[in-house]
Nanobody
Framework: QVQLVESGGGLVQAGGSLRLSCAAS????????MAWFRQPPGKEREFVAG????????SYADSVKGRFTFSRDNDRNMVYLQMNSLKPEDTAVYYC?????????????????WGQGTQVTVSS
């Protein structure tokens, strides 16, 4: 059974940094796309960063480009999101997600597996 478990969220001041981790199990995730999404309070879930296929360079939402970095450790089945220069508008529940397919469209609708989420709160 595929499982994704996020960790690393918390409360941080604006300008600070956090690193989110996602532990994946149930299949060899290194062969598959992976993504980070977030859901700000009262808003829809939105794309943050991800790779469309294994080995592809990460894509980023415009709002996080230059501040967030997606990475993965395929040997450990781990995915990370390094978040620097955090802003209050980055406050959200952050989710790790993956599709069944080895190719992903960048659409959240095409993601089949989701973690439980980890809360990130950025104070001003």
């Amino acid at each position: 059974q595929v499982q994704l478990v996020e960790s690393g969220g918390g409360l941080v001041q604006a300008g600070g940094s956090l690193r989110l981790s996602c532990a994946a199990s149930g299949r060899t995730f290194g062969r598959y796309p992976m993504a980070w999404f977030r859901q700000p309070p009262g808003k829809e879930r939105e794309f943050v960063a991800g790779v469309r296929w294994s080995g592809n360079a990460p894509s980023y939402a415009d709002s996080v480009k230059g501040r967030f970095t997606f990475s993965r450790d395929n040997d450990r089945n781990m995915v990370y999101l390094q978040m620097n220069s955090l802003k209050p508008e980055d406050t959200a529940v952050y989710y790790c997600a993956a599709p069944r397919s080895r190719y992903w469209s960048l659409s959240g609708a095409d993601l089949d597996y989701w973690g439980q989420g980890t809360q990130v709160t950025v104070s001003s």
